[in-house]
């Protein structure tokens, strides 16, 4: 009952007008932020943080989250209507949020994109404010065998759902793997593959990869199939509200993506992508399962409502989760929980478990403000998902030009390096290769993310337990996530045999008939 009383006392604080402006403010300036190719929440709010030095701690962290949270959303806007995400956790949404715009439903995308994201996030912040103490004992449990566990079922779980082929998913994740080696290793100080430049002794920076595979790579590749590629303008708006049957098909997959969401958020270093592909995957094989019991045709890869509804829930939900350990243990679990770590820190205010009795009234006032947030991002965005549809009748030339623009801007603004567009532009082309060939482009950016984190964790266990590989095994979460990438990699090589036994079965009873 005193955390419910705290949190109501908190309402009431973020509830006053001015933080309500703030909280309105931020949600807009996320929104629009996470439209733009490779900028992101992250960005935003590091560029803030120099403005609202002479600001109310209060304010200044309500403004952070609407930030974040319309960061999120806004991010699904460009993946749906133009197969290009404005972040890195809005790549799982592309695979039906794009062909339901190509089938003139991008107005019902968007729609159940907002809504999930409104759902997703009321209850994950409801969850992180009543249980918060809880998922901070749940997410200390994770030494380095277990955060080792976790990227390698993220490896093989993300390769196995987006890529129609086990080896195209495979050659993609190494190509990510490869691309994420380059600079110094952190445990010898060893350059590697910095080709004599001081640049790349940091690494490719995660905004470069990003904006280069997905943006410019998509840019690159609509330019090369000229007049044989997707003509946006003959395509039809759609009306502009789901009807009863596509609530009926979200609602569900809303509160399973909020489920994996709010479980993945509180662990430090899972970031959002990990989520939202597991809840791709996930509603993918319901689908197929609900279509064949009932004997219709599965609308996955055409353009199915479940895969927006189930990421971009686990999306937003994920952003709640990350309050957990950052409030709770001071650790960051994404980019922009990191840069708000460090306006904690601007202010004098130390993250931990004693910050819950120190700054009672800011932490619980903070995690108010995300309900706010969360209904502001459903009252601004709702009504302009139509709006928001009608992009697609800008002139092609325009439209990619824009995204050509900002993409730069975005990386030119990393550390106004020239090296860092020439980098841009040879991602860019790899990423016209891959898209090419059919190789998937997910797991190559999964690869570069959790590549550095799965070496550093492997490395740190093993020197934890003096070269002893069992280290990796001995924890019942180990075991557990070994034991579904078992599944992951299992089960769609069993369903491969299944359909090749299928087909041969059929052809076998079509020559027997032939022949009578």
Known sequence: MDTLYQLMDGLATALTPQNLLWAFLGVLLGTAVGVLPGMGSAMAVALLLPVTFRMDPTGAFILFAGVYYGGMFGGATTSILLNTPGQASSIATTYEGHKMALAGRAAQALGTAVIGSFVASLVG????????????????????????ALTVFSFVAVAAVVAGSVLRGVTSLLIGLAIGLVGIDAQSGTARFDFGSATLLDGIDIVIVTVGLLALGEVLYVAARGSSAVDFSTIRAGRPWLNRREFRRSWKPWLRGTALGSTFGVIPGSGAEIPTFLSLGAERRLAARRAARKGEQNEFGKGAIEGVAGPEAANNSSAAGTMVPLLGLGLPTSATAAIMLAAFQQYGLQPGPVLFERDADLVWTLLASLLIGSVLLLVINLPFAPLWAKLLKLPKPYLYAGITLFSVLAVYAINTSVLHLVILAVIAVLGLGMRSFGLPVAPALIGVVLGPIAESEFRRALAASSGDPAILFDSGISLALYGLVLVAAVVPVLAHLRRRR??????????RESAL
């Open 125 to 148: 912040t409801l969850v992180v404010a009543l249980f918060a103490p809880v998922m901070v004992s749940f997410a200390l449990n994770f030494g380095p065998g277990e955060y080792f």
């Open 502 to 511: 299928a087909a041969r079965r059929g052809a076998g009873e079509a020559d």
